[in-house]
Protein backbone atom coordinates (compact mmCIF):
# COMPACT_ATOMS: atom_id res chain seq x y z
CA UNK A 1 0.00 0.00 0.00
CA UNK A 2 2.95 2.44 0.74
CA UNK A 3 4.44 1.81 -2.44
CA UNK A 4 1.40 2.86 -4.35
CA UNK A 5 0.97 6.03 -2.27
CA UNK A 6 4.35 6.51 -3.23
CA UNK A 7 3.74 6.22 -7.07
CA UNK A 8 0.45 8.12 -7.14
CA UNK A 9 2.57 11.18 -5.12
CA UNK A 10 5.15 10.79 -7.71
CA UNK A 11 2.78 10.92 -10.71
CA UNK A 12 1.08 13.62 -9.50
CA UNK A 13 4.16 15.52 -8.65
CA UNK A 14 5.51 15.01 -11.86
CA UNK A 15 1.99 16.18 -13.78
CA UNK A 16 2.24 19.20 -11.74
CA UNK A 17 6.45 20.04 -12.76
CA UNK A 18 4.66 19.86 -16.92
CA UNK A 19 2.67 23.01 -16.21
CA UNK A 20 3.62 25.66 -18.60
CA UNK A 21 2.08 29.36 -17.51
CA UNK A 22 0.43 31.23 -19.75
CA UNK A 23 2.36 33.94 -19.66
CA UNK A 24 4.93 32.45 -21.35
CA UNK A 25 3.44 32.75 -24.81
CA UNK A 26 3.46 36.89 -24.29
CA UNK A 27 4.99 38.05 -26.88
CA UNK A 28 3.66 35.44 -29.90
CA UNK A 29 1.75 36.83 -32.80
CA UNK A 30 -1.27 36.82 -34.12
CA UNK A 31 -2.11 38.40 -30.86
CA UNK A 32 -5.49 36.64 -29.50
CA UNK A 33 -8.40 38.47 -28.95
CA UNK A 34 -11.44 36.20 -28.21
CA UNK A 35 -14.04 38.79 -28.91
CA UNK A 36 -12.56 39.38 -32.32
CA UNK A 37 -12.01 35.57 -32.93
CA UNK A 38 -15.67 34.73 -32.03
CA UNK A 39 -17.16 37.90 -33.90
CA UNK A 40 -18.10 35.80 -36.87
CA UNK A 41 -19.80 32.09 -37.07
CA UNK A 42 -17.38 29.72 -36.03
CA UNK A 43 -16.92 25.90 -37.46
CA UNK A 44 -14.66 22.99 -35.71
CA UNK A 45 -13.58 19.91 -36.25
CA UNK A 46 -12.47 17.51 -33.62
CA UNK A 47 -11.83 14.27 -31.89
CA UNK A 48 -11.61 12.37 -28.25
CA UNK A 49 -8.86 10.40 -28.00
CA UNK A 50 -8.08 7.65 -24.90
CA UNK A 51 -4.56 7.67 -23.08
CA UNK A 52 -3.17 5.07 -25.27
CA UNK A 53 -4.50 7.12 -28.34
CA UNK A 54 -6.93 5.40 -30.17
CA UNK A 55 -9.74 8.11 -31.29
CA UNK A 56 -13.37 7.14 -29.80
CA UNK A 57 -14.92 10.14 -31.04
CA UNK A 58 -14.90 12.64 -33.88
CA UNK A 59 -17.07 15.57 -33.97
CA UNK A 60 -17.72 18.84 -35.64
CA UNK A 61 -19.33 22.09 -33.79
CA UNK A 62 -20.99 25.17 -35.25
CA UNK A 63 -20.73 28.26 -33.20
CA UNK A 64 -22.21 31.30 -33.30
CA UNK A 65 -21.35 33.88 -30.35
CA UNK A 66 -23.71 36.78 -29.80
CA UNK A 67 -22.17 40.14 -27.54
CA UNK A 68 -24.33 40.51 -23.92
CA UNK A 69 -23.08 43.73 -21.90
CA UNK A 70 -19.94 42.90 -21.33
CA UNK A 71 -20.44 38.97 -22.09
CA UNK A 72 -19.15 37.20 -24.46
CA UNK A 73 -21.81 34.06 -25.70
CA UNK A 74 -20.82 31.25 -27.60
CA UNK A 75 -23.34 29.01 -28.85
CA UNK A 76 -21.78 25.68 -29.57
CA UNK A 77 -23.76 22.72 -31.25
CA UNK A 78 -22.25 19.45 -31.39
CA UNK A 79 -22.82 16.36 -34.23
CA UNK A 80 -20.75 13.33 -33.23
CA UNK A 81 -19.64 10.40 -35.28
CA UNK A 82 -22.28 8.46 -33.67
CA UNK A 83 -24.82 10.73 -34.71
CA UNK A 84 -25.60 11.80 -31.36
CA UNK A 85 -25.87 15.50 -30.42
CA UNK A 86 -25.01 18.57 -27.56
CA UNK A 87 -25.60 22.00 -27.30
CA UNK A 88 -23.80 23.66 -25.33
CA UNK A 89 -23.83 27.63 -23.95
CA UNK A 90 -20.76 29.51 -22.80
CA UNK A 91 -20.99 32.95 -21.07
CA UNK A 92 -17.39 34.13 -20.88
CA UNK A 93 -17.10 37.40 -18.79
CA UNK A 94 -13.52 39.32 -19.12
CA UNK A 95 -12.06 39.92 -15.36
CA UNK A 96 -9.64 42.08 -16.67
CA UNK A 97 -5.59 41.89 -17.28
CA UNK A 98 -6.43 38.79 -19.89
CA UNK A 99 -8.49 36.68 -17.66
CA UNK A 100 -11.29 34.93 -18.25
CA UNK A 101 -14.30 33.29 -16.42
CA UNK A 102 -16.86 30.77 -18.28
CA UNK A 103 -19.88 29.18 -17.18
CA UNK A 104 -21.92 26.38 -19.18
CA UNK A 105 -24.87 24.12 -17.77
CA UNK A 106 -22.58 21.04 -17.63
CA UNK A 107 -18.96 23.45 -16.11
CA UNK A 108 -19.03 22.94 -12.04
CA UNK A 109 -18.55 26.15 -11.12
CA UNK A 110 -16.67 28.62 -13.30
CA UNK A 111 -13.94 27.57 -15.80
CA UNK A 112 -10.85 30.25 -15.39
CA UNK A 113 -9.12 31.40 -18.45
CA UNK A 114 -5.62 33.60 -19.08
CA UNK A 115 -5.30 35.15 -22.35
CA UNK A 116 -1.55 35.79 -23.13
CA UNK A 117 -0.04 36.87 -26.57
CA UNK A 118 -1.37 33.79 -28.86
CA UNK A 119 -2.62 31.91 -26.22
CA UNK A 120 -5.51 30.98 -24.08
CA UNK A 121 -5.55 28.22 -21.34
CA UNK A 122 -8.66 27.24 -19.62
CA UNK A 123 -8.74 25.26 -16.49
CA UNK A 124 -12.41 23.65 -15.33
CA UNK A 125 -14.51 20.75 -13.83
CA UNK A 126 -16.69 19.55 -16.70
CA UNK A 127 -19.81 16.82 -15.84
CA UNK A 128 -19.01 14.55 -18.79
CA UNK A 129 -21.56 12.31 -20.30
CA UNK A 130 -20.51 8.73 -21.07
CA UNK A 131 -23.18 6.60 -22.23
CA UNK A 132 -25.95 6.23 -19.10
CA UNK A 133 -23.16 7.90 -16.43
CA UNK A 134 -21.72 11.20 -15.87
CA UNK A 135 -18.58 11.72 -14.63
CA UNK A 136 -16.61 14.47 -13.50
CA UNK A 137 -14.05 15.58 -14.86
CA UNK A 138 -10.91 18.18 -14.94
CA UNK A 139 -10.55 20.09 -18.13
CA UNK A 140 -6.63 21.60 -18.80
CA UNK A 141 -7.84 23.29 -22.16
CA UNK A 142 -5.35 25.44 -24.64
CA UNK A 143 -6.45 27.04 -27.22
CA UNK A 144 -3.79 28.49 -29.83
CA UNK A 145 -4.25 31.12 -32.57
CA UNK A 146 -1.74 30.08 -35.74
CA UNK A 147 -3.63 32.98 -38.21
CA UNK A 148 -6.90 35.82 -37.90
CA UNK A 149 -8.92 32.51 -38.88
CA UNK A 150 -7.29 29.23 -37.64
CA UNK A 151 -7.30 28.56 -33.72
CA UNK A 152 -5.63 24.88 -32.51
CA UNK A 153 -7.35 23.75 -28.92
CA UNK A 154 -6.00 20.72 -27.21
CA UNK A 155 -7.26 19.84 -23.91
CA UNK A 156 -6.57 16.84 -21.51
CA UNK A 157 -8.95 15.49 -19.80
CA UNK A 158 -8.34 14.13 -15.66
CA UNK A 159 -9.82 12.49 -13.14
CA UNK A 160 -7.86 12.18 -9.69
CA UNK A 161 -5.13 13.60 -11.22
CA UNK A 162 -4.89 10.56 -13.63
CA UNK A 163 -5.58 11.58 -17.57
CA UNK A 164 -8.17 9.79 -19.01
CA UNK A 165 -8.22 11.46 -22.39
CA UNK A 166 -7.54 14.13 -24.72
CA UNK A 167 -9.23 16.30 -27.11
CA UNK A 168 -8.01 17.94 -30.70
CA UNK A 169 -10.05 20.37 -32.03
CA UNK A 170 -9.16 22.52 -34.96
CA UNK A 171 -11.25 26.18 -35.41
CA UNK A 172 -11.80 27.84 -38.57
CA UNK A 173 -13.41 30.91 -38.11
CA UNK A 174 -16.27 31.25 -41.28
CA UNK A 175 -17.66 34.12 -44.28
CA UNK A 176 -13.86 35.24 -44.61
CA UNK A 177 -12.02 34.89 -47.94
CA UNK A 178 -9.31 33.12 -46.05
CA UNK A 179 -12.43 30.58 -44.94
CA UNK A 180 -13.77 29.91 -47.85
Not at 27 to 32: K, S, T, V
Not at 82 to 91: C, E, I, M, S
Not at 144 to 161: A, C, H, P, Q, V
Amino acid sequence: MTRLLLLLALMLNLASCSNVDVTRYADQQPALSLERFFSQPVKAWGIFQKPGGEVTKRFEVTIVSRREGNNLILDERFLYSDGTRQHRVWTLTPEGQGRWSGRAGDVIGAAQGQVAGNAVHWVYRLNLAVDDSTYEVSMDDWMYLMDEDTLINRTSMSKFGVEVGQVTLFFRRQGTEASQ
